[in-house]
């Protein structure tokens, strides 16, 4: 068990909706990043907040937004899905800023976009 | 831009023979070079990590790495497999100072057979 709480652990909506995927990172973590696994993507990193704050972007869609909020869970939002967000996104938490220390991954929410 | 390349996406091996999975990277800066594991349906855990000092680094399990600048390879050993070990394993490379924006490999499915 890393720590790191991930609900809902699946989820199956249709093309146009919006889900919120929460996370609940490590006690005492201040960063949670969200990454993105698909087949045809690999592990792909979206976004990483620090102690609230955006501290670092990657490949997330405009369609997708985050946000950490003051008790340090996050929750990532899908909006206007398309079947090619099918996916299982991770959230990972770590104790520091962005150094090199380890990530801590939740078990992921499925997605199925229909 | 950084990457990896993971040599072989399935690789089967016997009970108490020698694992080697490859990794190459390519950073245009000093690398930090890290080795996940995810086993089914769960989260990807860390097995080790390389940010300076030594080259070669042991991690959790009976792994080691390491890591040759020359050959820009970070390749994953254990002496002797076990059944335990059949799982995904992700090379993953960052910027040094920083573990966002990690860049994962497409990961290598390790299968132990009697």
């Known amino acids: 068990d890393s720590g790191v709480t991930q609900t809902p652990k699946h989820l199956i909506t249709a093309t146009g909706q919006r889900v919120t995927l929460r996370c609940s990172p490590r006690?005492?973590?201040?960063?949670v990043y969200w990454y993105q696994q698909s087949l045809d993507q690999g592990l792909q990193f979206l976004i990483q907040y620090y102690n609230g704050e955006e501290r670092a972007k990657g490949n997330i869609l405009e369609r997708f937004s985050a946000q950490q909020f003051p008790d340090l869970h996050s929750e990532l939002n899908l909006s206007s899905l398309e079947l090619g967000d099918s996916a299982l996104y991770f959230c990972?938490?770590?104790?520091?800023?962005?150094?090199?220390?380890?990530?801590?991954f939740g078990e992921g929410s499925r997605l199925t976009v229909l | 831009a950084q990457s990896v390349t993971q040599l072989g996406s399935h690789v089967s091996v016997s009970e108490g023979a020698l694992v080697l999975l490859r990794c190459n990277y390519s950073s245009s800066v000093p690398p930090y070079l890290f080795w996940y594991v995810q086993y089914p349906n769960q989260g990807l855990q860390l097995l080790l990590k390389y940010t300076t000092g030594a080259t070669l680094v042991k991690g959790i399990n009976g792994f080691e790495a390491e890591f040759k600048k020359s050959e820009t390879s970070f390749h994953l050993t254990k002496p002797s497999a076990h059944m335990s070990d059949a799982a995904e394993y992700f090379c993953?490379?960052?910027?040094?100072?920083?573990?966002?924006?990690?860049?994962f490999g497409t990961g290598t499915r390790l299968q132990v057979t009697l």
């Open positions: 006690s005492g973590d201040l960063s």
């Open positions: 993953a490379v960052s910027e040094a100072g920083t573990a966002s924006k990690l860049t």
């Open positions: 990972a938490s770590s104790s520091t800023s962005g150094k090199a220390g380890e990530l801590f």
